[in-house]
Protein backbone atom coordinates (compact mmCIF):
# COMPACT_ATOMS: atom_id res chain seq x y z
CA UNK A 1 0.00 0.00 0.00
CA UNK A 2 1.52 3.58 -1.05
CA UNK A 3 1.55 6.41 2.28
CA UNK A 4 -0.61 9.18 0.60
CA UNK A 5 0.15 12.48 2.24
CA UNK A 6 -3.24 14.18 3.77
CA UNK A 7 -3.93 17.03 1.86
CA UNK A 8 -6.69 20.09 3.36
CA UNK A 9 -7.47 22.28 0.83
CA UNK A 10 -9.50 25.90 1.68
CA UNK A 11 -12.65 26.70 -1.08
CA UNK A 12 -12.89 30.61 -0.13
CA UNK A 13 -15.77 30.24 -2.80
CA UNK A 14 -17.31 34.07 -3.17
CA UNK A 15 -15.98 35.32 -0.39
CA UNK A 16 -13.13 37.20 1.08
CA UNK A 17 -11.31 40.84 0.91
CA UNK A 18 -7.68 42.66 0.97
CA UNK A 19 -7.83 42.82 5.04
CA UNK A 20 -10.27 39.76 5.89
CA UNK A 21 -7.31 37.16 3.90
CA UNK A 22 -4.30 38.67 5.49
CA UNK A 23 -6.44 37.85 8.88
CA UNK A 24 -7.02 34.55 7.68
CA UNK A 25 -3.33 33.44 6.36
CA UNK A 26 -1.66 34.80 8.83
CA UNK A 27 -3.76 32.87 11.91
CA UNK A 28 -3.38 29.47 10.16
CA UNK A 29 -0.07 29.83 8.62
CA UNK A 30 1.54 28.56 12.45
CA UNK A 31 -0.65 25.38 11.97
CA UNK A 32 1.11 24.75 8.39
CA UNK A 33 4.06 21.62 8.20
CA UNK A 34 5.71 19.52 6.04
CA UNK A 35 3.27 16.96 7.69
CA UNK A 36 0.41 18.14 5.58
CA UNK A 37 -0.54 19.40 2.40
CA UNK A 38 -2.58 22.78 2.33
CA UNK A 39 -3.49 24.75 -0.47
CA UNK A 40 -6.15 27.71 -0.59
CA UNK A 41 -8.76 28.29 -3.52
CA UNK A 42 -9.09 31.85 -3.66
CA UNK A 43 -11.21 34.33 -5.66
CA UNK A 44 -9.09 35.35 -8.82
CA UNK A 45 -8.99 39.23 -8.36
CA UNK A 46 -6.88 38.05 -5.09
CA UNK A 47 -4.32 35.77 -6.48
CA UNK A 48 -1.47 38.35 -6.53
CA UNK A 49 -2.55 39.12 -2.68
CA UNK A 50 -2.59 35.05 -1.81
CA UNK A 51 0.61 34.50 -3.49
CA UNK A 52 2.67 37.50 -2.04
CA UNK A 53 1.97 36.36 1.47
CA UNK A 54 1.76 32.75 0.86
CA UNK A 55 5.48 32.82 -0.88
CA UNK A 56 7.90 31.23 0.83
CA UNK A 57 5.67 28.76 3.17
CA UNK A 58 4.56 25.46 2.95
CA UNK A 59 1.10 26.72 1.42
CA UNK A 60 0.10 26.84 -2.17
CA UNK A 61 -2.29 28.41 -3.81
CA UNK A 62 -4.99 27.78 -6.38
CA UNK A 63 -8.11 28.71 -8.57
CA UNK A 64 -11.20 27.82 -8.37
CA UNK A 65 -11.96 27.38 -11.72
CA UNK A 66 -10.27 28.24 -15.30
CA UNK A 67 -11.05 27.99 -18.86
CA UNK A 68 -10.06 24.98 -21.14
CA UNK A 69 -9.27 27.69 -23.89
CA UNK A 70 -5.42 29.09 -23.69
CA UNK A 71 -6.95 33.01 -24.66
CA UNK A 72 -9.11 34.61 -26.84
CA UNK A 73 -12.93 35.97 -27.08
CA UNK A 74 -13.81 34.50 -23.75
CA UNK A 75 -15.35 37.51 -22.05
CA UNK A 76 -15.30 36.56 -17.86
CA UNK A 77 -13.14 33.71 -18.23
CA UNK A 78 -9.71 33.10 -16.55
CA UNK A 79 -7.04 30.86 -18.47
CA UNK A 80 -4.06 28.81 -17.59
CA UNK A 81 -1.39 30.99 -18.98
CA UNK A 82 -3.10 33.38 -16.19
CA UNK A 83 -2.70 31.54 -13.69
CA UNK A 84 0.76 30.37 -14.05
CA UNK A 85 1.63 34.13 -13.78
CA UNK A 86 0.50 33.71 -9.93
CA UNK A 87 2.24 30.79 -9.17
CA UNK A 88 -0.84 28.49 -9.08
CA UNK A 89 -0.44 25.10 -8.45
CA UNK A 90 -3.88 23.55 -8.32
CA UNK A 91 -7.01 24.08 -9.62
CA UNK A 92 -10.88 23.03 -9.15
CA UNK A 93 -12.79 21.52 -11.58
CA UNK A 94 -16.55 20.44 -11.79
CA UNK A 95 -17.23 21.64 -8.44
CA UNK A 96 -20.91 21.52 -7.93
CA UNK A 97 -22.05 24.77 -7.91
CA UNK A 98 -20.08 24.78 -10.97
CA UNK A 99 -22.36 22.33 -12.54
CA UNK A 100 -25.31 23.80 -11.02
CA UNK A 101 -25.23 27.44 -11.68
CA UNK A 102 -23.43 27.23 -14.55
CA UNK A 103 -24.85 24.25 -16.31
CA UNK A 104 -21.41 22.59 -16.62
CA UNK A 105 -21.18 18.87 -18.17
CA UNK A 106 -18.64 16.00 -17.24
CA UNK A 107 -17.15 16.50 -20.69
CA UNK A 108 -16.10 20.32 -20.41
CA UNK A 109 -14.69 19.37 -16.63
CA UNK A 110 -12.94 16.92 -18.28
CA UNK A 111 -11.68 19.45 -20.87
CA UNK A 112 -10.57 21.74 -18.16
CA UNK A 113 -8.81 19.16 -16.06
CA UNK A 114 -7.11 17.98 -19.28
CA UNK A 115 -5.48 21.20 -20.28
CA UNK A 116 -4.84 22.04 -16.39
CA UNK A 117 -2.97 18.97 -16.42
CA UNK A 118 -1.37 20.13 -19.71
CA UNK A 119 0.12 23.13 -18.37
CA UNK A 120 1.23 21.17 -15.10
CA UNK A 121 -1.25 22.59 -12.50
CA UNK A 122 -3.10 20.04 -10.69
CA UNK A 123 -6.36 19.60 -11.27
CA UNK A 124 -9.22 18.29 -8.57
CA UNK A 125 -11.73 17.04 -10.36
CA UNK A 126 -15.42 17.45 -7.99
CA UNK A 127 -17.67 14.69 -7.85
CA UNK A 128 -20.84 14.05 -6.35
CA UNK A 129 -24.57 12.99 -6.04
CA UNK A 130 -27.57 15.00 -5.44
CA UNK A 131 -30.50 14.15 -2.59
CA UNK A 132 -32.68 12.67 -5.00
CA UNK A 133 -29.71 10.37 -6.60
CA UNK A 134 -28.53 9.19 -3.09
CA UNK A 135 -32.50 7.96 -2.19
CA UNK A 136 -32.61 6.17 -5.73
CA UNK A 137 -29.49 3.81 -4.50
CA UNK A 138 -27.61 5.61 -7.60
CA UNK A 139 -24.19 7.15 -6.00
CA UNK A 140 -21.77 4.95 -7.55
CA UNK A 141 -23.75 5.24 -11.18
CA UNK A 142 -23.86 9.24 -11.01
CA UNK A 143 -19.54 9.32 -9.93
CA UNK A 144 -19.01 7.12 -12.44
CA UNK A 145 -20.46 9.23 -15.22
CA UNK A 146 -18.83 12.49 -13.76
CA UNK A 147 -15.72 10.33 -13.49
CA UNK A 148 -15.51 8.50 -16.59
CA UNK A 149 -14.79 11.23 -18.91
CA UNK A 150 -11.79 11.95 -16.96
CA UNK A 151 -10.30 9.11 -17.66
CA UNK A 152 -10.60 9.02 -21.23
CA UNK A 153 -9.30 12.63 -22.09
CA UNK A 154 -6.64 12.58 -18.81
CA UNK A 155 -6.04 9.24 -18.54
CA UNK A 156 -2.95 8.44 -21.12
CA UNK A 157 -1.04 10.85 -18.19
CA UNK A 158 -1.00 8.11 -15.52
CA UNK A 159 2.44 7.02 -15.42
CA UNK A 160 4.56 5.46 -13.07
CA UNK A 161 1.50 4.42 -10.93
CA UNK A 162 1.01 8.01 -9.84
CA UNK A 163 -2.03 10.27 -12.19
CA UNK A 164 -1.83 14.02 -11.88
CA UNK A 165 -5.27 14.55 -10.79
CA UNK A 166 -7.11 14.79 -7.46
CA UNK A 167 -10.49 13.73 -6.80
CA UNK A 168 -12.74 15.61 -4.38
CA UNK A 169 -15.95 13.76 -3.40
CA UNK A 170 -18.56 16.26 -2.32
CA UNK A 171 -21.84 15.13 -1.77
CA UNK A 172 -24.54 17.65 -3.19
CA UNK A 173 -26.53 17.44 -0.46
CA UNK A 174 -24.01 18.08 2.53
CA UNK A 175 -22.33 20.97 0.91
CA UNK A 176 -22.92 24.05 3.07
CA UNK A 177 -25.81 22.46 4.80
CA UNK A 178 -24.68 22.15 8.15
CA UNK A 179 -25.14 18.25 7.41
CA UNK A 180 -22.15 15.62 6.98
CA UNK A 181 -22.17 12.78 5.75
CA UNK A 182 -21.47 10.10 8.28
CA UNK A 183 -17.54 9.01 7.79
CA UNK A 184 -18.76 5.60 7.18
CA UNK A 185 -20.78 6.81 4.24
CA UNK A 186 -18.23 9.02 3.33
CA UNK A 187 -15.50 5.94 3.27
CA UNK A 188 -18.01 3.93 1.13
CA UNK A 189 -18.17 6.52 -1.77
CA UNK A 190 -14.20 6.95 -1.51
CA UNK A 191 -13.73 3.29 -1.89
CA UNK A 192 -15.94 3.41 -4.77
CA UNK A 193 -14.08 6.07 -6.46
CA UNK A 194 -10.63 4.37 -5.64
CA UNK A 195 -12.02 1.00 -7.33
CA UNK A 196 -13.15 2.88 -10.62
CA UNK A 197 -9.50 4.09 -10.36
CA UNK A 198 -7.92 0.73 -10.36
CA UNK A 199 -10.31 -0.15 -13.20
CA UNK A 200 -9.17 2.17 -15.71
CA UNK A 201 -5.84 3.07 -14.93
CA UNK A 202 -4.44 -0.12 -12.36
CA UNK A 203 -3.94 -0.74 -8.69
CA UNK A 204 -0.86 1.18 -8.18
CA UNK A 205 -2.50 4.38 -9.73
CA UNK A 206 -5.52 3.75 -7.65
CA UNK A 207 -3.50 3.49 -4.32
CA UNK A 208 -1.49 6.66 -5.02
CA UNK A 209 -4.63 9.08 -5.83
CA UNK A 210 -5.73 11.31 -3.57
CA UNK A 211 -9.40 11.17 -2.82
CA UNK A 212 -10.55 14.13 -0.37
CA UNK A 213 -14.36 14.42 0.87
CA UNK A 214 -15.63 17.52 1.02
CA UNK A 215 -19.21 18.97 2.58
CA UNK A 216 -19.65 20.74 6.22
CA UNK A 217 -16.21 19.06 7.43
CA UNK A 218 -14.90 21.26 10.67
CA UNK A 219 -12.98 20.98 13.25
CA UNK A 220 -15.40 18.50 15.64
CA UNK A 221 -15.38 15.75 12.72
CA UNK A 222 -12.48 16.38 10.87
CA UNK A 223 -10.44 13.58 12.62
CA UNK A 224 -13.16 10.80 12.69
CA UNK A 225 -13.66 11.23 9.06
CA UNK A 226 -10.11 11.71 7.60
CA UNK A 227 -9.25 8.66 9.94
CA UNK A 228 -10.67 6.37 7.19
CA UNK A 229 -8.69 4.31 4.73
CA UNK A 230 -9.45 5.94 1.62
CA UNK A 231 -10.29 9.35 2.91
CA UNK A 232 -6.95 11.56 1.88
CA UNK A 233 -7.88 14.88 3.45
CA UNK A 234 -10.79 17.36 2.98
CA UNK A 235 -12.15 20.42 0.74
CA UNK A 236 -13.32 22.59 2.98
CA UNK A 237 -15.46 25.48 2.58
CA UNK A 238 -17.17 27.30 5.38
CA UNK A 239 -14.79 26.51 8.14
CA UNK A 240 -12.01 27.53 5.84
CA UNK A 241 -12.87 31.03 6.17
CA UNK A 242 -12.24 31.02 9.75
CA UNK A 243 -8.40 30.46 10.65
CA UNK A 244 -9.59 28.88 13.75
CA UNK A 245 -11.15 26.55 12.75
CA UNK A 246 -9.07 26.16 9.39
CA UNK A 247 -6.15 25.28 11.95
CA UNK A 248 -7.88 22.53 14.03
CA UNK A 249 -8.69 21.05 10.37
CA UNK A 250 -4.95 20.90 9.43
CA UNK A 251 -4.27 19.73 13.28
CA UNK A 252 -6.74 16.84 12.38
CA UNK A 253 -5.03 15.80 9.46
CA UNK A 254 -1.50 15.56 10.85
CA UNK A 255 -3.01 13.33 13.72
Keep these: ?8 AGN ?16 FLPEVTDAVDVVVFVPAP ?24 PNGAYTGEVSLPMLEEFGVTHVLVG ?9 ESSD ?3 DKALAAIEASIVPIVCVGETLQEREAGRVVEVINAQLDPVFDRCGRYAQNGKWPVIVAYE ?3 AI ?8 EQAQEVHAAIRQRVQEKLGLEVAQSTRVLYGG ?5 NAAEIFAKNDIDGGLIGGAALSSSDFSGIIRAARG
Design 1 to 8: MIARKKLV
Design 12 to 27: WKMNGSLVANETLIKG
Design 46 to 69: YLAQVQGLCQGSAVKWGAQDVSSM
Design 95 to 103: HSERRTYHF
Design 108 to 110: AVA
Design 171 to 173: PVW
Design 176 to 183: GTGVTASP
Design 216 to 220: SVKPS
